[in-house]
């Protein structure tokens, strides 16, 4: 049996204050091999993005704890209402990741905070045999 690896990405979102959130988001949200990226508009408004690579990858955030290597993963609901609080008006955050373990068992995950408040979290899975399932 092999590791699965893979890789995670958010989209681009707008940010009320860019590097409020880079700091906040940093030392509360953990994702191993994180990069996250600010921009400031021609207009004055900030967007963010954050990808990498890792082991076992989840859109499934954690947050950090005493140990970095063994986060606890954040509540649902409570992430979601967490990067809300800055999010720019109307924005949706969206992260999306997907690993295999040679290419027998493929994974995507997708965690998403729409601007009417809603998370959701979407989980596709191959199956363990490594076959497609059967026609009905």
Same mark, same amino acid.
């Given at each position: ?9 958010? !989209?681009?979102?707008?940010?009320? $204050?860019?590097? =409020? &959130?880079?700091?906040?988001?940093? %030392?509360?949200?953990?994702?191993? @091999? ?34 970095? !290597?063994?986060?606890?993963?954040? $509540?649902?609901? =409570? &992430?979601?209402?967490?990067?809300? %609080?800055?999010?720019?008006?109307? @924005? ?45």
């Amino acid at each position: 049996m092999a590791d699965m690896y893979g890789a995670y990405r958010s !989209n681009w979102f707008r940010v009320k $204050d860019g590097p =409020a &959130f880079k700091v906040w988001f940093e %030392e509360n949200v953990y994702y191993p @091999e994180m990069d996250t990226w600010v921009e400031k508009g021609g207009d004055g408004s900030w967007r963010v993005a954050f990808g990498g690579e890792c082991q076992y990858p989840s859109a499934w955030p954690s947050c950090r704890g005493d140990e970095i !290597n063994d986060p606890e993963p954040w $509540d649902p609901d =409570a &992430f979601g209402w967490a990067i809300r %609080e800055h999010l720019a008006e109307g @924005e949706t955050f969206c992260v999306t990741a997907a690993g295999n373990e040679k290419l027998r068992y493929v994974q995507a995950t997708q965690f998403r905070v729409t601007p009417d408040g809603k998370h959701h979290f979407l989980e596709l899975y191959s199956g363990n045999d490594g076959h497609a399932p059967e026609a009905p």
